[in-house]
């Protein structure tokens, strides 16, 4: 069998985010244990010119909604981006998960030639195909921010290894 846009995005996403959640709730161990203000953790850069872990969960999700949105057609539900807490942003990634899981694969298939327009910073634009889209764009940035915000709690003490990045198995 063949590779197929839904078997290189759904999957993939559901994991890596399935992971991330898993990294919140040993970061929320963490704080319970050490007695920490989470904020701590939540509000926490790595470079003064950075967006704080807060984004960067916020990012990994919009980026797996959003990628699998314009290829496939399916409406993504709009998010308030006010999630603060440990808690409220794995219940954004919980909302994000419950949506990728109503995306039927047909809605992807077959759209390795679409061409998807899709904001580029505050004002700009680019169009791409959709395959390109998918490898390029979608993806590489659900890795970014799910492995910065994976960054941000192990140097903050959090007890994190590579096995928790890899936990889930959508094999």
Not at 5 to 22: D, I
Not at 85 to 95: D, F, H, N, V
Not at 114 to 132: Q, S, Y
Request: proline content about 5%.
């Amino acid at each position: 069998m063949s590779i197929t846009m839904s078997s290189a995005c759904l999957p993939v996403f559901t994991t890596m985010l399935t992971n991330l959640s898993h990294m919140l709730d040993k970061a929320q161990a963490f704080v319970d244990a050490k007695k920490c203000d989470p904020l701590a953790l939540t509000q926490f850069r790595l470079a003064p010119d950075m967006l704080p872990f807060t984004r960067q969960v916020l990012i990994a999700c919009d980026a797996a909604k959003n990628g699998v949105a314009r290829l496939s057609g399916v409406e993504a539900p709009k998010f308030e981006d006010n999630e603060v807490t440990l808690p409220e942003l794995k219940a954004r990634i919980q909302k994000t998960l419950d949506y990728l899981a109503t995306v039927p694969a047909d809605k992807l298939d077959g759209t390795e030639l679409k061409e998807i327009t899709f904001p580029v910073g505050r004002e700009g634009t680019r169009t791409m195909l959709g395959e390109a889209y998918l490898k390029h764009w979608a993806t590489p940035n659900v890795y970014f921010h799910t492995t910065t915000a994976y960054a941000m709690l192990r140097h903050n003490g959090v007890e994190l290894g590579k096995a928790d990045f890899l936990l889930g198995n959508a094999a």
